[in-house]
């Protein structure tokens, strides 16, 4: 036995960085991640186009949480992908089975074409649980009880609660219900940003400590949930010019935002 397991790990950290960067989070604060995630994500805006389509607010939470977790290893941009899904099921209405839809849009996906099979397995496991939901299911995920999707779905699924589809998943869930029931909630503190490969390489800069952890710490220093966090550093790392025309077109603290590419 050693006693590594006894001593704490000591990350190494630009503490200069990390001093700005909680500085311009504190400024940006809950209100300027809202404002991405509403007026210049365009997932937000496909999601929006889906909703008032199917006219089906149950069918199309549950879409949105299916989509979420098939959110992997692209062939296109995410957000190419959410408008591709946006638009297939505004014109092909799943009668029943969403894994049996799936089915007949992901062989033809031009933003998704990779390891289709186990996406369409992961579909088939999700199913039960997505049967199971009503309305008013929804409805308390989303307004009181979003952990408890995160931890649904992890267990469902058989993954971690950190797992980066997971909590991706909860996020556009939080998109669809705000949509829905035209009504913003926060996401709770306890639920980790998606550790994917941008949040990685950006974490990088300031710290070597793990990503999910680093930002949980950085959460609690400036009051914003993770997913928020994650939000406000979409467009940073993206890199799609379009964004960034939204972004200074509807974010006052646009600057502020893109200086936390330059840190």
Known sequence: ???????????????????????????????????????????????TNLRENLGNDELF??????NALV???LTGKGEDWWWE??????????????????????????????????????????????????????????????MGLRDALALVLGSKKSAKTIVFAVKMFGYAGRIAFVEFTSYPMGIDIPDDVR??????????????SFWRRIALET??????????????????KEVFERLRTHCEKADLVLELMRI
């Open 1 to 47: 036995m050693t006693l590594d397991r006894f001593v704490r790990v000591k990350y190494r950290e630009d503490k200069e960085k990390v001093s700005r960067l909680v500085e311009i989070l504190g400024e940006l604060g809950l209100g300027c991640a809202r404002t991405i995630e509403e007026r210049v994500d365009l997932q937000f805006e496909a999601l």
């Open 85 to 146: 899904f946006s638009r297939y099921f505004s014109s092909n209405l799943p009668e029943k089975d969403i894994a049996k839809a799936y089915a007949g849009f992901l062989p033809s996906s031009r933003t998704n074409r990779r390891l289709i099979a186990g996406k369409l397995r992961r579909l088939e496991r999700l199913e039960p649980f997505l049967d199971s939901l009503e309305i008013d299911d929804l409805r308390r995920f989303y307004f009181r009880d979003m």
């Open 61 to 66: 939470m549950k879409l949105v949480i299916a």
């Open 199 to 212: 949040i990685n390489a950006y974490t990088r800069r300031f710290t070597n400590e793990s990503p999910v």
């Open 223 to 240: 009051g914003i949930p993770p997913l928020h966090i994650d939000s406000i550093l979409w467009p940073v790392l993206g890199g799609k």
């Open 71 to 73: 959110s992997y290893q």
